[in-house]
């Protein structure tokens, strides 16, 4: 069974990092992709930023581009979301999902609340 392992969330003032990862297991394909969304209540999933196996080819929303960045273990498929300069308004639940040949998971999210 396919899983995503969220971790790295918290409470951070403006200005300030976090590191978010993700671990993914179950699975033994060498083509997919990882990507970060976030979700502010009632609004739908925003997707933040794409990486691609094989190749790291990546891809960010504009309203990330610059101040978040991810990357990949390969050895142990964990995706990761350096998140600086944080902004009031990147509070949200950030969700993790591996796209696969016959479709996607999601992680089950954790929260990142950037307040001082």
């Known amino acids: 069974q396919v899983q995503l392992v969220e971790s790295g969330g918290g409470l951070v003032q403006p200005g300030n990092s976090l590191n978010l990862s993700c671990a993914a297991s179950g699975f033994t394909y060498r083509t997919y992709v990882m990507s970060w969304y976030r979700q502010l209540p009632g609004n739908e999933r925003e997707l933040l930023a794409s990486?691609?196996?094989?190749?790291?080819?990546?891809n960010y929303a504009n309203s990330v581009k610059g101040r978040f960045t991810i990357s990949r273990d390969n050895v142990t498929i964990t995706v990761y979301l350096q998140m600086n300069s944080l902004k009031p308004e990147d509070t949200a639940v950030y969700f993790c999902?591996?796209?696969?040949?016959?479709?996607?998971?999601w992680g089950q999210g954790t929260q990142v609340t950037v307040s001082s």
């Open positions: 990486i691609t196996s094989p190749g790291s080819n990546r």
């Open positions: 999902t591996l796209q696969l040949p016959w479709g996607r998971v």
